[in-house]
């Protein structure tokens, strides 16, 4: 009877590891995702404002020659 409770508390056990590990990788998987997704809105709104620059540049230019 002993070794009945001993399978089945092994068995819990390994479950419960298995359970431990599955969040841990979906939990790095969202951790990764949400740094992927600010490293794109900052390279995004860096494009935007070099871009906004640029624009400027070339009006002010325009104007100078003009």
């Known amino acids: ?3 009945i409770y001993q399978k089945i508390a ?3 056990a390994f479950g419960f ?5 599955s969040f841990a990788i979906f939990y790095r998987q969202v951790v990764i995702n949400r740094v992927i997704t600010e490293i794109n809105y900052q390279e ?6 070099l871009q906004k620059a640029i624009d400027d540049v070339q009006k002010y230019r325009k104007k100078q020659i003009n």
């Open 17 to 21: 590891f298995v359970q431990l590990i």
């Open 44 to 49: 995004n709104r860096r494009q935007s404002i």
């Open 1 to 3: 009877m002993k070794n």
């Open 10 to 12: 092994l068995l819990l």
